[in-house]
């Protein structure tokens, strides 16, 4: 079945890079997604990776996929308090309709405590 | 332009009553899913509603319900509440054709006293 593991808690100091490792199962996954989840709020996509590519990089966030090892990576640099948060993991599952599109498959979250 | 809105954004029920839930998806979104985040499970799927229709469904028990509207916004109804219900419902939407990105509502805390 599918399945997102992640490690539950990473702590950083500021200033340092933060590095959220995830593994996945379904390799006929199209989208691998990141999101953050602040305190009492909602999920904010952060991030996504088309399963074509290997590295993706967006500010100071850099994805890294490693397909046939079904695993993930989010890489923050220059970490900072504000981003003080649980990471999510997600890929979409392509069952439903037009196996086009589907729901996603989240990982337990990893919650990232930045010191200062 | 607004994000997707769920209301309430708090609802406190007592066990074995009814619950509904309600999402309006990001204007051009037609597709919108339910998640249910209670503590220490993570994200679990619920359902998943495209075009007034259901196109998918988690495992949870028939006392999950919803439908979508015409104009794609969306109720989750929990009926015959138990306290394990207590959680964060959490709405995202997506365009029809594709879901690269699934934006996500602030969610209803339900809790069953």
């Known amino acids: 079945g599918e399945d997102v593991e992640q490690s539950l808690f990473l702590s950083v100091r500021e200033g340092d890079s933060s590095v959220i490792n995830c593994t996945y199962t379904?390799?006929?996954?199209?989208?691998l997604y990141w999101y953050k989840q602040e305190p009492g709020a909602g999920l904010q996509l952060l991030t996504y990776i088309f399963s074509n590519m290997d590295m993706k990089q967006d500010q100071r966030l850099t994805v890294l996929l490693n397909k046939k090892d079904k695993h993930l990576s989010l890489r923050i640099a220059d970490t900072q308090t504000g981003d003080s948060a649980i990471y999510f993991c997600a890929e979409n599952s392509l069952m439903g309709y037009g196996g086009s599109q589907g729901n996603l498959i989240f990982g337990k979250g990893t919650k990232l405590s930045v010191k200062p | 332009e607004a994000g997707v809105t769920q209301s309430p954004t708090h609802l406190i029920k007592t066990r074995g009553q009814q619950a509904t839930l309600r999402c309006s998806p990001i204007?051009?979104?037609?597709?919108v899913y339910w998640y249910q985040q209670a503590l220490g499970l993570g994200l679990q799927f619920l359902l998943w509603?495209?075009?007034?229709?259901?196109?998918n469904r988690g495992n949870f028990p028939p006392r999950f319900s919803g439908r979508q509207f015409p104009n794609y916004s969306s109720e989750l109804n929990v009926n015959a509440l138990e306290l394990e219900d207590s959680a964060l419902y959490l709405c995202?939407?997506?365009?029809?054709?594709?879901?690269?990105?699934?934006?996500f509502g602030q969610g209803t805390r339900l809790t069953v006293v």
């Open positions: 204007s051009g979104h037609t597709s």
């Open positions: 509603y495209d075009e007034g229709e259901e196109r």
């Open positions: 995202a939407s997506t365009r029809t054709g594709g879901n690269t990105e699934a934006f």
């Open positions: 379904d390799s006929s996954s199209t989208y």
